[in-house]
């Protein structure tokens, strides 16, 4: 495939300094000259999720997200854990797209990064269902716990740990060799 590759980056934290953030920032600094990669920024300016609202004419802020969602060739996800699951959120913006399908047959990597050495695993089961409720494509292989996260990745989203740098280049890789 000649052709770029678009991978819509998508952070389940708005803390501007997010450990999850530097993960996704990390990543993209592993990736070829084929790929790349947006930030979603809008998390944070996504309604509540209102099915009232989610009509052929949604608000200004869910049309832009699931036009960027529209417009990428795969997703990849990083959340922290809160109170034993998905930040309220990254479930609201998943929420926003239930119903219009931009993630049916997407292919998409999901990673949770938490301070704790759990890895976040009640967050990822958590967001792992949902996504495939809504059909994205996740294969084994673009999934990845990332426990004690700041002893691997730095505040300026350098990875600091081998073992880490190589099981984001390999979930990287497995995300693009299912986007092609």
């Known amino acids: 495939m000649n052709e770029r590759i678009k991978i ?26 084929i790929i790349d990669f947006t930030f979603y920024e809008g998390l944070e300016h996504l309604p509540h999720f209102n099915p009232e609202l989610d009509t052929d004419d949604p608000p200004s802020s869910v049309k832009d997200y699931r036009d960027q969602l529209k417009e990428s060739d795969g997703v990849i996800i990083c959340t922290p854990e809160y109170a034993r699951g998905v930040p309220g ?24 990064a938490s301070s704790r050495i759990t890895g976040g695993d009640k967050a990822h089961e958590s967001i792992m269902l949902t996504l495939e409720m809504i059909e ?9 716990q990332i426990p004690v996260v700041g002893t691997k990745i730095n505040n300026k989203a350098e990875i600091i740990d081998s073992t880490t740098e190589a099981q984001l280049k390999s979930v990287l890789e497995s995300l693009v060799s299912t986007i092609n």
């Open 8 to 33: 819509l980056a998508i952070s389940g934290s708005l803390r501007k300094t997010s450990s999850n953030t530097n993960v996704l920032y990390a990543v993209s600094s592993l990736k070829s000259e």
């Open 89 to 112: 959120v990254l479930k609201n913006a998943l929420d926003w797209v239930v119903s219009s399908g931009e993630f049916m047959g997407k292919p998409v990597a999901v990673i949770s």
């Open 136 to 144: 994205a494509n996740i294969p084994k292989a673009c999934t990845l």
